[in-house]
């Protein structure tokens, strides 16, 4: 696998993403499909623990249809057990993918033997009953259930073998089970195509039932590890985790004491206040984590509770007054564990409160006079106003809570209607099941027909049920979203727009979905969505049937599309030779263009459409904006035109540009920083030739700061600013001058510059007597820098206002990875001048390599510069350490430990301070050691503690002897 991996491409890589947290020694898999294979191309997959390091890589050889499954990853020893989040990297070609999963400290204990054979007796006896119910035959097991492992595992495979269907694996786990299909799928087709025997796909299927076997007992590691016997190129699948919530860190809960401690109006007495700000000063809060949590909802239904105090009804009296003898009680108690003592009573009080809020919603319904639902008012009316009346005379709030289901029954019953009506729409316009439309409709004209509530109420539990088996039916949203994810990634290839619309919809109804799971969205809502997942469900087969069904025809009609355009940009390439190969670099421009030509053409040859057009688009538009710059001006650069030389033409003429103007209006106070203005612009101009136009942007932006900055002309007479009014787009002006008489006004005169010196605007006013003055004028519309003269009787001072250039230039994924590389050059560079001192400047090897990675940057060939850049690093580490013979020194990285050594050579035979520095390629001090060596001089230090990727310098000073080591971090 190459050291650098650069995505030029989009994400062609899906997984079964669910990860969560896991305990330390619990096993992990990955599941996937890769879109767009390559030949002979491996898969390879990376785990990197909290510290940096490489704690797992597999090289995979992905199936025919893409599907991979990676070998079981048990989170356990010294660099995969560490507590932490962890990342998985894939990579494949030019494709990448990465996801993120945590590490607890808590160990994850396995299931004994016992606890297996009791699970799996279930999981036989459960088979056998479905079996049953499917086929409707008696029990298919004759004999009693076994008691051993063995024996049930036989067992239960033999009831799938005799008794497989389709239906059967929607019973198995969701997470094993795009894993599983895959394996069968991949048998039977096999056996079509007469490459494997009947005997030997009949002993393979055997072994994916003993994989679901041991899956459902919860001994993942061997469902995998038999799965991975089946599958060549494919390991390990990650089970379901249950995600635990996140605990709050310190800082969340130090702001959360902070809120307690400022709220008024609360249950909280000066006691309670007092002890929370003793925790918050203290910094004790983690202790009281769940204490403060409790807390929280105390005061949030103490509040609510207030607020439906003021609620004048008599179905409320009994909570209010419940409450407000309550409340006076909370307010006394002296610490937090009293006042939580208390909070059973106050949640009582707000369940019922929250009780009365259903009943009030069906009381509107009662008392509402629509005529739409007449009928059902009418039929609900006796049986609320008997509930009414009994919790009118109620005499105690616990009667409330008794009467909970009755309220809970007449929310159903009003609700109902509406329900069905949305869900009947919805399901219209999404073309959902007829069948369950149909069935929709009639239990809505049950409901319009009704003759009593226990009709209506049989009908929500009808509703409801068929609400439930849609739910049972469909696949879990994990699963469905991975199939969406990876059918997009084939629609993308296929440039296939109309499914991808319908894919887009699945995916932003998935999403709605998983949203609404940490809320608490209404019933309606529910069942919207469940309508809409089921729609999701069902259209998903007929996609990627669809998708499958991509025929050669349809593959040619668009590739021949993209071939003659980029046979059209190459004929208008070659025909331009004609009058142009004798402008400067023409060819160079043209033979690049070709180039890229010839790279849509092997995407055309790799199945890649999306990325094929995407291409030629581009570059029609590099064609286009290269072609009319040589028409412009064919002699303007010595080097010819590209992209990026035009990028670099323009932002040179803007460093010119403040040149000039640091020329045009220099002055004694601006001397002190030119030294700084000229390292900015040295630095603007290295971004440039390297190609890093990022971060030549906001130089750019800090050149133009810096000088609006300093760049002025003082005067001790004048004193004033400049400030910018953002609503009525104003510059306003204001200050003093210095006055030898206050009982007259003198006359100032502002002019206003450009860059360039020309003029853009003047005005003329006077101060006050007291020598204050105020103004305003229109801000200019252009981007630059504008000087801003105030002139008071022969006194001149300036300021100058700083329109921020806005840059329109776009960029992809490769030129930000080529700014990556930019920058992590740039560091190296510096980093090199800075500890090599003459090994660097007299090492001509030094040389050689930054010209060729500056050449790699002109040409943006990113593996020529990453490959350079190692050479670098290596040459760095080999060619820059400080020898000398009185301190011999060394530094030695591996594993997490660093391991310093060395000796001083001297006359005097007693220990001495030593300190040693570690700089990291920023040139930042990262360690500060302090050590004594031995009588002899010998000293030794291990530090154990990670350190990130790159090169490090270790540097010790003795005296006025400075040597030096250098360690890379891979």
Not at 176 to 198: G, K, M
Not at 422 to 434: A, F, G, L, M, P
Not at 447 to 462: F, G, M, P, Y
Request: aromatic share 10%; net charge negative; glycine share 4%.
């Amino acid at each position: 696998m190459p050291v650098y991996a650069f995505a030029q491409s989009p994400d062609r890589i899906t997984i079964l993403d669910n990860f969560g947290d896991y305990e330390h020694g619990e096993p992990l898999f990955v599941y996937g499909q890769i879109a767009n294979l390559v030949d002979d191309s491996f898969l390879i997959m990376q785990i990197i623990n909290p510290h940096g390091d490489l704690c797992q890589i597999q090289q995979l050889i992905p199936q025919e249809n893409g599907v991979f499954l990676t070998d079981v990853i048990p989170l356990k020893g010294r660099i995969c057990g560490l507590p932490g989040e962890y990342e998985i990297k894939l990579f494949y070609g030019d494709y990448t993918k990465s996801t993120k999963f945590n590490v607890s400290s808590d160990i994850h204990s396995e299931s004994t033997t016992e606890q297996k054979v009791l699970l799996a007796q279930t999981l036989v006896s459960e088979h056998a009953s479905l079996i049953s119910e499917t086929f409707d035959i008696s029990n298919p097991i004759s004999n009693e259930i076994p008691d051993t492992l063995s024996e049930l595992k036989s067992t239960y495979v033999d009831l799938w073998d005799e008794f497989f269907v389709d239906e059967l694996i929607f019973e198995i786990n969701p997470l094993i089970r795009p894993a599983v299909v895959n394996s069968l799928d991949s048998v039977q087709e096999l056996l079509d195509q007469d490459e494997i025997s009947f005997e030997i796909a009949k002993s393979i299927e055997r072994t994916v039932f003993e994989a679901i076997f041991y899956y459902e007992i919860n001994d993942k590691t061997t469902a995998i590890n038999l799965l991975s016997d089946i599958f060549v190129d494919i390991t390990n699948v990650n089970p379901e985790k249950t995600v635990s919530p996140r605990a709050p860190s310190f800082d969340e809960l130090e702001e959360t004491l902070l809120n307690l401690m400022k709220k008024s109006d609360t249950v909280m007495s000066k006691s309670v206040k007092t002890e929370i700000g003793f925790i918050f000063a203290r910094g004790t809060a983690p202790i009281y984590s769940d204490d403060i949590t409790e807390l929280i909802d105390l005061l949030s239904k103490s509040r609510y509770l207030d607020i439906v105090s003021r609620k004048q009804s008599d179905l409320y009296r009994l909570v209010n007054n419940d409450w407000e003898s309550v409340k006076p009680s909370l307010t006394e108690k002296e610490s937090i564990s009293e006042l939580l003592a208390s909070s059973a009573r106050v949640s009582e009080l707000h369940q019922a409160s929250i009780i009365l809020k259903d009943m009030s919603d069906v009381e509107r319904f009662v008392s509402s006079d629509s005529e739409e639902n007449t009928d059902l008012i009418n039929l609900v009316k006796p049986e609320w106003d008997n509930l009414e009346s009994k919790l009118v005379l109620a005499t105690s709030v616990d009667e409330i809570l008794e009467s909970e289901s009755e309220i809970d029954q007449m929310v159903q019953v009003i609700e109902i209607s509406s329900r069905l009506g949305k869900i009947i729409e919805i399901s219209q316009i999404s073309n959902v099941d007829s069948g369950l439309t149909s069935d929709w409709k009639s239990l809505l004209e049950t409901v319009e027909n009704a003759q009593s509530v226990d009709e209506i109420l049989a009908v929500v539990s009808e509703f409801d049920q068929t609400m439930t088996e849609l739910r049972e039916k469909r696949n879990p949203l994990v699963v469905l979203e991975f199939e969406y994810k990876s059918m997009k990634e084939k629609a993308e290839l296929q440039a296939d727009y109309q499914n991808l619309f319908l894919i887009d919809n699945a995916l932003n109804i998935l999403e709605t979905a998983k949203q609404m799971e940490s809320g608490n969205p209404s019933i309606t809502r529910i069942d919207r969505i469940e309508v809409l997942l089921s729609w999701a469900s069902e259209k998903a087969p007929q996609i990627k049937e669809d998708l499958d069904s991509y025929d050669k025809d349809a593959f040619k009609i668009r590739a021949s599309d993209i071939l003659q355009r980029a046979k059209s940009l190459e004929n208008l390439v070659e025909l331009s030779l004609t009058k142009n190969r004798f402008l400067p670099n023409y060819i160079e421009f043209t033979d690049k263009l070709n180039e890229k030509i010839d790279n849509v053409r092997d995407l055309v040859i790799q199945n890649d459409l999306e990325q094929a057009d995407i291409l030629v688009r581009e570059l029609f538009d590099e064609w286009t904006l290269v072609s009319e710059k040589y028409v412009e001006d064919p002699y303007g650069s010595d080097v010819g035109y590209n992209v990026d030389e035009i990028k670099r033409i323009e932002f040179r003429e803007r460093l010119q540009t403040y040149s000039d103007m640091t020329s045009t209006f220099y002055n004694n106070d601006f001397t002190n920083h030119v030294d700084g203005y000229k390292q900015l612009m040295n630095e603007a101009y290295e971004l440039i030739d390297i190609g890093n136009f990022v971060d030549a942007e906001s130089k750019v932006t800090e050149i133009g700061d810096y000088l609006s900055d300093y760049l002025v002309l003082k005067t001790p007479s004048i004193m004033y600013d400049i400030s910018y009014d953002h609503e009525k787009d104003i510059w306003i002006l204001n200050g003093a001058t210095e006055k030898s008489r206050f009982d007259y006004r003198e006359n100032l005169y502002v002019t206003v510059y450009n860059m360039d010196g020309t003029l853009h605007s003047n005005m003329e006013f006077t101060d006050t007597r007291q020598g204050n003055f105020y103004t305003q004028w229109n801000a200019p519309a252009e981007s630059g820098l504008y000087v801003v003269m105030l002139q008071y009787k022969d006194s001149k001072a300036t300021q100058i206002v700083h329109i921020e250039e806005e840059f329109e230039y776009t960029y992809n994924s490769s030129d930000l990875d080529m700014v990556d590389l930019a920058r992590e050059f740039e560091e190296l560079e510096s980093f090199a001048q800075k500890f090599g001192g003459e090994n660097f400047d007299n090492n001509s090897r030094f040389a050689s390599v930054i010209t060729e990675i500056k050449a790699g940057f002109d040409d943006k060939d990113a593996q020529s510069v990453g490959n350079n850049l190692d050479e670098l690093r290596t040459i760095i580490e080999r060619y820059l350490p400080i020898r000398n013979p009185n301190a011999p020194i060394e530094a030695i990285y591996a594993e997490n430990e660093l391991v310093i050594s060395g000796r001083i050579l001297k006359t005097v035979q007693f220990s001495e301070d030593l300190f040693i520095d570690i700089y990291n390629q920023r040139g930042e001090r990262v360690e500060e050691i302090a050590l004594k060596d031995d009588p002899s001089g010998l000293f030794n230090k291990v530090i154990s503690q990670p350190f990130e990727n790159g090169v490090y310098v270790v540097q010790l000073q003795y005296h006025d002897l400075i040597v030096t080591d250098f360690f890379k971090v891979p």
